[in-house]
T-cell receptor
Framework: AQSVTQPDIHITVSEGASLELRCNYS??????LFWYVQSPGQGLQLLLK??????LVQGIKGFEAEFKRSQSSFNLRKPSVHWSDAAEYFC???????????FGQGTRLTINP | DGGITQSPKYLFRKEGQNVTLSCEQN?????MYWYRQDPGQGLRLIYY???????QKGDIAEGYSVSREKKESFPLTVTSAQKNPTAFYLC??????????????FGEGSRLTVL
């Protein structure tokens, strides 16, 4: 069965610092991978996705993620965070696009001024 | 503007009562989903529907029921059989297999509290 692990429940970084959120997945075939962001009390918004091709994908709001098959990882990065990036971030994996996604537990990001 | 509307945003219920959460979309999407969100557990799939008058159980369907009589609407009923119903419920939609852009569109959620 497919699964997603986000090892960090909560991360705090200073504004302007770089960010990396970890995501490891377990899936038997080539996965479809996603990162979503959720502001408090809101729904989720897609940041970026990986289906195939270039393993470094660019998303909205200056985020990028790298698919590493050998490590079963899809880590999210941003070179310089802004206070508005404070939110919860979810990694997800799906067998066929976004159909029946399996989500990780989420990582809550706090930004120090 | 196109989107997904969930109502009510907040709902309180006494134990033993059924409650129905509304989800309406005007995106003309075929597929609709209900997820439950609990702190530290991410999102878990309750039910999904890929076409009108058809739906399938997700990973945690026990104690819930749904209907899909219209393409735009996918209401979720939390029944008294659901042992721990207090949670944040999210509805989402997808164009469908043929138009799967890989982006689930989410509503803003409904927070249910059982007193």
């Amino acid at each position: 069965a497919q699964s997603v692990t986000q090892p960090d429940i909560h991360i705090t970084v200073s504004e302007g610092a770089s960010l990396e959120l970890r995501c490891n997945y377990s899936y038997g075939a080539t996965p479809y991978l996603f990162w979503y962001v959720q502001s408090p009390g809101q729904g989720l918004q897609l940041l970026l996705k990986y289906f195939s091709g270039d393993t470094l994908v660019q998303g909205i709001k200056g985020f990028e993620a790298e698919f590493k098959r050998s490590q079963s990882s899809f880590n999210l990065r941003k070179p310089s965070v802004h206070w508005s990036d404070a939110a919860e971030y979810f990694c997800a994996v799906g067998p066929q696009g976004a159909q029946k996604l399996v989500f990780g537990q989420g990582t809550r990001l706090t930004i120090n001024p | 503007d196109g989107g997904i509307t969930q109502s009510p945003k907040y709902l309180f219920r006494k134990e033993g009562q059924n409650v129905t959460l509304s989800c309406e979309q005007n995106l003309n999407h075929d597929a609709m989903y209900w997820y439950r969100q609990d702190p530290g557990q991410g999102l878990r799939l309750i039910y999904y529907s890929q076409i009108v008058n058809d739906f399938q159980k997700g990973d945690i369907a026990e104690g819930y029921s749904v209907s899909r009589e219209k393409k735009e609407s996918f209401p979720l009923t939390v029944t008294s059989a659901q042992k721990n119903p207090t949670a944040f419920y999210l509805c989402a939609s997808l164009p469908g297999l043929a138009g799967d852009t890989g982006e689930l569109f989410f509503g803003e959620g409904s927070r249910l509290t059982v007193l």
